[in-house]
């Protein structure tokens, strides 16, 4: 993917030993977003952050242009997180709606500072915003083939797909910060709204417990 960037940089010999890792500037660029634009990172401020001359930046990059098609590739990874949960067999489209949730409580799979960084790229880059609408295309049709898969009408399984994605992402967007315990509260409603079935104790429970593992300390 084509972008442009006004930051140029001096050859760098790629000798001796530096402090930060690779992982360690992307982390660095990632949790910078949510006071920086994605397309406004720069090398020196993420070199301050990490406490490492700018220099050591070029063991890993060429430029900064490359470190954001790294986190570019980070988000499009979520869509592949996304489609492979659903793919996977499922005794009932419960356990298949909980494996979709257990793909979005890991920040390693979908992480949504990332999502909405990327989100808000898009709108001042027509080629990302192209990216982004065939994401969004990409997942909900995927989330509808598995509603239809457990004998849902294609227009009802458009629309539980639509409501189970949108309310995902909306939860995010507006920047809900519920207790675990009270979002786990909702749960059964959320899974019976989804599904019109009852979901049993025993997946709510197998759920609640890997929910409760993914928080952090």
């Known amino acids: 993917m084509a972008t442009s960037t006004s930051e140029a940089h001096d050859s760098v010999e ?117 990216l982004v609408e065939a994401a969004d295309e990409q997942r909900l049709d995927a989330l509808a083939t598995m509603f239809g898969r457990y004998g849902f009408a294609s227009a009802d399984s458009t629309v539980r797909a639509r409501l189970l994605y949108h309310g995902q992402l909306g939860y995010h967007l507006v920047g809900t910060n519920e207790p675990t315990e009270r979002r786990l509260s909702f749960l059964p409603s959320y899974l019976e709204t989804l599904t019109d079935v009852e979901p049993s104790q025993e997946l709510l429970d197998e759920f609640a417990d890997f929910f409760r593992g993914m928080q952090p300390d």
């Open 14 to 130: 790629k000798t001796g030993n530096v402090k930060a890792t690779r992982d360690d500037w992307i982390k660095a660029a990632r949790s910078k977003l949510d006071s920086v634009a994605i397309d406004e990172l720069k090398i020196l401020n993420l070199a301050e952050d990490l406490e490492v001359s700018r220099s050591s930046f070029y063991w890993y990059f060429d430029d900064i242009v490359e470190l954001r098609e790294e986190l570019f590739a980070k988000w499009r990874n979520s869509t592949t997180a996304i489609v492979e949960r659903v793919e996977r067999p499922a005794d009932n489209i419960t356990s298949a709606i909980l494996g979709i949730f257990a793909c979005w409580v890991d920040p390693e799979l979908f992480d949504p500072q990332l999502e909405f960084a990327i989100r808000d790229w898009g709108r001042r880059n027509d080629e990302v915003a192209t």
